[in-house]
């Protein structure tokens, strides 16, 4: 398994490098905002979290597709299926691979949230449970958009892929405004995550490779 993901990432190299240099930008850009706001407006930085949305919304399907896609036309699955590495091992391998990437932009960020917060404003409890809350929603935010990439990557455009990624900028970033980052968010983007994958399963595993 390890083999298979080292594999993905090397792959997909290009995404991870992009995945970091977001992630120190954002931290630059939020430690900025720590350092000129007032006392009690720096929760206000949480806004910085609806850039990171987007711009999940629109990468994360991109890579998922450019995953199946490379797979499709370099027949990758096909090649390693001759090797005994089952369907389920490669498609789990690549699921990881894309899950490691957007924790590539996340969990730096939030470290440097968390330790700001500490630094920089009074222990209320509020604070950790907000970003932990943003956290988990963008997580899944992200991850939901990959599924959709992971899809929509079977097809023959590369258009497709991206375009369905703004589309799901005008859907679901209004969803999280109007939900929240709460428990509803979330629970709507668990059920999301899982239709897709078993959809993403069931298709892998019936096509032609």
């Given at each position: 398994?390890?083999?298979?993901i080292?594999?993905?990432i090397?792959?997909?190299?290009?995404?991870?490098?992009?995945?970091?240099?977001?992630?120190a930008?954002?931290?630059?850009l939020?430690?900025?905002?720590?350092?000129?706001?007032?006392?009690?407006?720096?929760?206000?930085?949480?806004?910085?979290?609806?850039?990171?949305?987007?711009?999940?919304?629109?990468?994360?399907?991109?890579?998922?597709?450019?995953?199946?896609?490379t797979?499709?036309?370099?027949?990758?699955?096909?090649?390693?299926?001759?090797?005994?590495?089952?369907?389920?091992?490669?498609?789990?391998?690549?699921?990881?691979?894309?899950?490691?990437?957007?924790?590539?932009?996340?969990?730096?960020?939030?470290?440097?949230?968390?330790?700001?917060?500490?630094?920089?404003?009074?222990?209320?409890?509020?604070?950790?449970?907000?970003?932990?809350?943003?956290?988990?929603?963008?997580?899944?935010?992200?991850?939901?958009?990959?599924?959709?990439?992971?899809?929509?990557?079977?097809?023959?455009?590369?258009i497709?892929?991206?375009?369905?990624?703004l589309?799901?900028?005008?859907?679901?970033?209004?969803?999280?405004?109007?939900?929240?980052?709460?428990s509803?968010?979330?629970?709507?983007?668990?059920?999301?995550?899982?239709?897709?994958?078993?959809?993403?399963?069931?298709?892998?595993?019936?096509t032609?490779?």
């Open positions: 398994m390890f083999t298979l080292k594999r993905e090397q792959d997909h190299i290009a995404y991870f490098l992009g995945a970091a240099i977001l992630s930008i954002l931290i630059a939020l430690i900025s905002a720590m350092y000129h706001t007032e006392l009690d407006e720096r929760p206000v930085f949480i806004g910085l979290s609806l850039p990171v949305i987007v711009i999940l919304i629109i990468g994360c399907p991109a890579m998922g597709a450019n995953q199946m896609y797979d499709r036309t370099r027949k990758i699955s096909a090649l390693l299926s001759t090797l005994a590495v089952s369907r389920n091992r490669i498609l789990l391998a690549r699921i990881i691979t894309g899950i490691l990437a957007i924790l590539t932009v996340l969990v730096p960020l939030t470290i440097t949230a968390v330790l700001l917060l500490r630094l920089f404003t009074p222990p209320i409890p509020i604070y950790s449970g907000l970003v932990s809350e943003i956290f988990a929603a963008t997580f899944l935010m992200g991850l939901a958009c990959y599924c959709i990439g992971l899809l929509t990557g079977w097809t023959s455009s590369k497709t892929p991206t375009l369905g990624g589309v799901l900028t005008f859907v679901l970033v209004p969803l999280i405004l109007v939900k929240g980052f709460g509803h968010a979330i629970i709507i983007l668990i059920l999301f995550i899982g239709a897709s994958l078993i959809h993403t399963w069931q298709k892998f595993m019936s032609s490779l």
